[in-house]
C-alpha cells in the first residue's frame, strides 16, 4: 500500500486560465489544463472556478496572544508590556500557549496564512499546536536576562526548548530569539550568536520600535541599534530584525550589506503609538529584505495579515506623500514572503521565495471565492492589497493538504471552547 499523499484540484482560475493541480507528498507536480487527466487522488478539490492564490506569510507574531486579545488595548507599548502583558505570562502553562496557537492557526488558516515566525514562552506547545493545524512555522523560545536566574541554568533550559522544537522536524523550525536590546544584555547576545552558529538556526529579534528605545541604546552603547547588533555578530542573513520603525539610512544600508531582513509591522505600530512607521522608501533604496508581520493578537489585534496589507500600503504613501512609493506588486510581494529568502522559505533553504504555483514549489496555495463582491472586477493584485481582507479565501492548502475547504475547518468549535476555557484560566 502506498504511503505517499497526492492531491487533485480542479475547476481552478490562474491569470484567466482553468486549470487544474495536482501535487504528490506536498509538492506541486503539475499546474494547467489537462493536469488532472488520468491522475489517482487521495484528496480533491473541485473549486468550481475559484480563484488560485499564493498565501501569505507571517513574519513576525505571538502566536499564543491571542488569548490575550483586548487586554490593556489602551496602552503604549512599555506600560503594555509591564502592567498588561508580563504579569499574566508569568502564569502562563503549556496547555494555554498550546490552545491559544491552536486558535492563531484557525485565524491564519481562514485568513490566507500558510506560515508564520514566532516567538513565545512553552515553544513545545506552539509547534504541537502548529503540527496540529498543519502550518507552517518557525519557532523561537524568547531569550530574557532574567533577574535572579543563574546564567547557565537559563541557558540550559534555552538549548532544551530548542532541542524539543527541532525535534518536530517537516514544516517546523526553530530559531534563536533574544527578546530585544533593552532586555537583553552583550554577553547573552553574543551567546544568542554563537548557539545560532552552532545550530545553523537563524535568529529572530525586536529591534527599534520605539525611538526611547533608539535613545537608550546610543547613550549605553556610543552606537545605533542596527550597529550595536552589528558589533555583535548579529546582522546575518539568518537573521531577522521585527519592526525597525526607527532605523536610520545608514542602519538601513548596514542592514542591507549585512542581508539581514526587516519585518514591519504596521498595524501594532500604529495601535501602541510608537510614533512612525518603517521607513519603507529608504530600506527600498539601500536593498534592505523585507517582510510583513501582524505581530501578536495582543497588541494588533488581528491575526488576518491580508488586511494589515491595505494598512501597510497606505502608510507609506501617506508617510512619503508620495502615491508611487509601493507598487502594488510589490506590496503583495512583501506580504507573501517573495521579498525576504529567510522569511518566505520558512526553514526551507532548497526552495526559491519568489516561485509558488509552480511546478516544484510547495503545495502551499489558496482558493478565493470568484463570488466575493471584492474580487468581482478589477485587477486581482489591487484587489488583494486594497479591496479585500481575509474573509475571500474560502480554501486553504499546505503541504498538498487541505486545511479549509468552504470555509471550515476541522476541529474549529473545539478550538474555541479550549482556547476560552484557557483565557478564563489566566483571569482574562
Not at 23 to 48: M, R, S
Amino acid at each position: 500500500m502506498s504511503s505517499h499523499h497526492r492531491l487533485v484540484v480542479t475547476g481552478a482560475m490562474l491569470d484567466g486560465e482553468l486549470v487544474s493541480v495536482t501535487a504528490l507528498d506536498g509538492v506541486i507536480t503539475a499546474i494547467g489544463p489537462d493536469a488532472a487527466e488520468h491522475t489517482p487522488a487521495d484528496e480533491t478539490l473541485a473549486t468550481a472556478g475559484g480563484i488560485l492564490s499564493a498565501p501569505l506569510v507571517n513574519g513576525h507574531t505571538h502566536a499564543a496572544m491571542t488569548l490575550f486579545r483586548g487586554h490593556g488595548d489602551d496602552l503604549p507599548l512599555m506600560r503594555w508590556l509591564q502592567e498588561a502583558i508580563w504579569p499574566v505570562e508569568a502564569k502562563l502553562e503549556e496547555e494555554d500557549v498550546y490552545w491559544g496557537t491552536r486558535l492563531a492557526c484557525l485565524e491564519m488558516i481562514r485568513s490566507g496564512t500558510t506560515g508564520f515566525w514566532d516567538m513565545y514562552w512553552q515553544p513545545a506547545g506552539t509547534a504541537r499546536a502548529v503540527e496540529d493545524a498543519g502550518l507552517r512555522a518557525v519557532i523561537g523560545p524568547p531569550l530574557f536576562d532574567a533577574p535572579g536566574q543563574p546564567i547557565e541554568e537559563r541557558n540550559r533550559e534555552l538549548e532544551e526548548q530548542l532541542d524539543q522544537v527541532s525535534g518536530f522536524g517537516g514544516r517546523i523550525a526553530a530559531a534563536v530569539a533574544p527578546h530585544a536590546i533593552y532586555t537583553v544584555g552583550s554577553a547573552s547576545l553574543e551567546y544568542a550568536v554563537g548557539l545560532a552558529s552552532d545550530r545553523a538556526l537563524p535568529i529572530h529579534i525586536h529591534l527599534s520600535e520605539t525611538e526611547q528605545e533608539v535613545i537608550d541604546c546610543v547613550e549605553a552603547h556610543g552606537m545605533r541599534p542596527a550597529a550595536y547588533l552589528d558589533s555583535l555578530g548579529m546582522l546575518t542573513p539568518s537573521t531577522t530584525l521585527a519592526h525597525g520603525v526607527w532605523l536610520d539610512r545608514e542602519e538601513l544600508e548596514l542592514i542591507a550589506d549585512r542581508g539581514a531582513t526587516v519585518t514591519t509591522n504596521p498595524v501594532a505600530n500604529m495601535k501602541l503609538a510608537v510614533g512612525d512607521s518603517f521607513p519603507y522608501p529608504e530600506a527600498r533604496r539601500a536593498g534592505v529584505s523585507m517582510a510583513l508581520g501582524t505581530d501578536g493578537a495582543g497588541s494588533n489585534n488581528s491575526l488576518d495579515l491580508m488586511a494589515d496589507l491595505k494598512s501597510f500600503a497606505l502608510i507609506q504613501r501617506h508617510a512619503a506623500v508620495d502615491a508611487e512609493v509601493i507598487p502594488i506588486a510589490e506590496a503583495w510581494a512583501i506580504a507573501a514572503g517573495q521579498r525576504s529568502k529567510l522569511i518566505g522559505n520558512l526553514g526551507r533553504p532548497e526552495v526559491p521565495a519568489s516561485d509558488p504555483l509552480t511546478v516544484g514549489a510547495p503545495a502551499d496555495f489558496l482558493v478565493l471565492d470568484p463570488a466575493a463582491p471584492e474580487l468581482a472586477v478589477g485587477d486581482m493584485t489591487s484587489n488583494l492589497v486594497y479591496a479585500t481582507g481575509g474573509g475571500a479565501v474560502r480554501d486553504t492548502v499546505v503541504d498538498g493538504r487541505i486545511l479549509m475547504r468552504d470555509r471550515q475547518v476541522d476541529d474549529q468549535e473545539e478550538i474555541l471552547v479550549r482556547a476560552r476555557e484557557r483565557a478564563a484560566r489566566l483571569g482574562l
